[in-house]
């Protein structure tokens, strides 16, 4: 059965109460202000105190607000003699479960103190619910990014096997994207996606013929034109997977410019994405002395 702490300045209220509940198979630990309740407290746990309002020192409603703060576990339930609104709605803002008026009746009592066991029983059960949800989330959530980070690195790979002439340009440009990131104190998780979108960033390259990509000479209009379908294609071959981040956009405009003049849409100022203005940003030296020119600042 529970173990109740009662606490009350009045001895032969301890008394009574003790007799009363270890008659219904509780287990009674008696303290007589809150300073041995305390000592108590820190000795075993408790599933349930019941405490009186008014008691030399420390009154039975901080005694609550210590316990509710200090042992979540515990119920408390208040005992007083005075019939004061106030002191109800005290004990209520503290914490307390319920709130008895003495002399109380023994049928009123016990059933006060079951209720308050089955609520606490059902409160632990949820906590303990939520506690292990938050869990599986986070489980989950870390075995997701690392899937995302698997796509990724294979789409990245895939793209530069065709291109060894710039092999590890994905990844410097995630690099680069990422410290311009970080000068301008943008968000983590934001810089998260910012590095992923950098990785393949040039997904849409795919879909140009391995002799373009690596021509050493001058490319013709045709070929050019070509090359300038990638960032749309690109948009076209991630646009339908579920990233936490707008990546799909990030690789549509980063070959867009502040001033309207890249491709494929024509944006320019804050019309483009954030993460791919980091990307024009990341074409200039000492890009992170340059954010308010094109419209960006740091936080």
Known sequence: MANILVVDDEEYI??????????????CILAADGGEARKCLDAQP???ALCDVNMPGESGVALTKYIVSEYEDTAV?????????KIADAAIEAGAYGYIIKPFNPNELTINIRNALHRRKLEIANRIYRQDLEQLVEERTAGLQ??????????????????????GHQRRVADLAVAIAIEMNIPKDQIEGLRMGGMIHDVGKLSVPAEILSKPSRLTELEFSLIKAHPRIGYDIIADIEFPWPIAQMVLQHHEKMNGSG?????????????????VLRTLR??????????????
């Open 146 to 167: 690392k899937a995302l980070e698997g796509i990724i690195q294979a789409m990245a790979r895939t793209v530069e096997s065709r291109d060894p002439y710039t092999s």
């Open 46 to 48: 408790f599933d349930l």
């Open 14 to 27: 301890r008394r009574m109460l003790n007799r009363m509940l270890s008659g219904l198979a509780y287990t």
């Open 286 to 299: 000492r890009p992170w002395l340059l954010t308010d020119r094109i419209g960006l600042r740091s936080g």
């Open 263 to 279: 491709y494929p849409q024509g944006l320019s100022g804050e019309d483009i994405l954030l993460e791919a203005r980091i990307f």
């Open 77 to 85: 339930i208040l005992l007083t003699g005075v019939d004061d609104p």
